[in-house]
């Protein structure tokens, strides 16, 4: 199964490192030109520029922008400047998100509103802001990167699993109201990836190995397999499948 993107470009909400950039990676190893938005940090900038000299050597074409999230202007606004240098959005993935663990009776109203800003309304607004191309062309994928913990509980973040549930609701919406216009949405839903926030969360590399040891594949997840599904999502390999989701978690959430 080969899967082309050639002449088809695609914006990757929180694409710098983890699981966005290697979604990146997936679009234009497979012909897509491909943009992404990061927070503007050392690590951010870094990982964008390792990714435009990798684009660079393949000739595809990329953009990326200092654009927070939570930034709706500012994601409008590079939209706009992605569809006056390519012609066309072809789809969406929605990548950003933070958690760390916080007890429920500690979390304030004003980090609760916070999360909830950076896990669920920065996917509306990420949405919103491509829907009228989407329309316009009458074809679009969007993919939303949610967390196994809607249906686990989590480990400790209600705030963060109940954002992450929102985008369940999310994605069901925009499928009953957009699907009539070509455009599907699905989420993908990971547990413990072996990213720099897992390794940030579980420095110790014996405590990964545990973690590791509860999967039932006995594997931490990598970027690349939420990458893969991803991409699939996206590609029309999967143009009749949406309102849909996949847990890509090595079969511990319902298995554990």
Partial sequence: MQIDFNDKSYLVVGGARGIGAEVCRRIARSGGNVAWTHL????????TAELQAEFKELGVACAAKAVDCTDNP??????????????????????????????????????????????????????RAVMPYFKAEKNGAIVLIGSAAVATG?????????????????????????????IRCNIIHPSLIDTDLLRQRHSDPEKRKQLAAEVP?????????????????????ASYITGQSLYVDGGRTFCK
């Fill in 154 to 182: 989590g480990g400790g973040r209600a705030d963060y699993v109940s954002a992450k549930a929102g985008l369940e609701g999310l994605s069901r919406a925009i499928t009953k109201e957009f699907a009539p216009f070509g």
């Fill in 40 to 47: 503007g940090n050392d690590a951010d900038l870094k990982g």
């Fill in 74 to 127: 500012g994601t409008v606004q590079f939209c706009r400047e992605l569809v006056a240098n390519w012609k066309i959005i072809s789809g969406l993935v929605f990548c950003a998100g933070f958690t760390s663990p916080k007890p429920f009776l500690e979390i304030s109203p004003d980090e609760w509103r916070k999360l909830v800003e950076i896990n669920l309304s920065g996917a509306f607004y990420a949405a």
């Fill in 217 to 237: 594949l006995r594997r931490l997840g990598r970027p690349e397999d939420i990458a893969y599904a991803a991409v699939f999502l996206l590609s029309d390999y």
